[in-house]
């Protein structure tokens, strides 16, 4: 039974970093494609970054949030550093058993539960 369990998050002050993570059982990390997605109040959920063969993310997050897996801990993590406001939303994360770039919630069929991040300004 695939599983993935989202930690991390928090309240932060812009500027700030965080670092998510996402363990996952029932399937090995390695050969998915993961990703992460946020969703603000009122706003509709929203691709910021994922890995299949390498990464690749948002613009709006490009050069700030790096993903990364740990085969060996069958976890993903997402590294966000420089934060602001903007980013505050639930973050989720996915996987899919295509390996390709997928970047739309639709193609992804196993989702973590949520972790709230709120960037205080």
């Known amino acids: 039974q695939v599983q993935l369990v989202e930690s991390g998050g928090g309240l932060v002050q812009a500027g700030g970093s965080l670092r998510l993570s996402c363990a996952a059982s029932?399937?090995?990390?390695?050969?998915?494609?993961m990703g992460w997605f946020r969703q603000a109040p009122g706003k509709e959920r929203e691709f910021v970054a994922a890995?299949?063969?390498?990464?690749y993310y948002a613009d709006s997050v490009k050069g700030r949030f790096t993903i990364s897996r740990d085969n060996a801990k069958n976890t993903m993590y997402l590294h966000m550093n420089s934060l602001n406001p903007e980013d505050t939303a639930v973050y989720y994360c996915?996987?899919?058993?295509?390996?390709?770039?997928?970047?739309?919630?639709?193609?992804?069929?196993?989702w973590g539960q949520g972790t709230q991040v709120t960037v205080s300004s």
């Open positions: 890995i299949s063969w390498s990464p």
């Open positions: 029932g399937f090995t990390v390695s050969t998915y494609t």
């Open positions: 996915a996987a899919t058993g295509k390996f390709n770039y997928y970047e739309r919630p639709h193609d992804y069929e196993h």
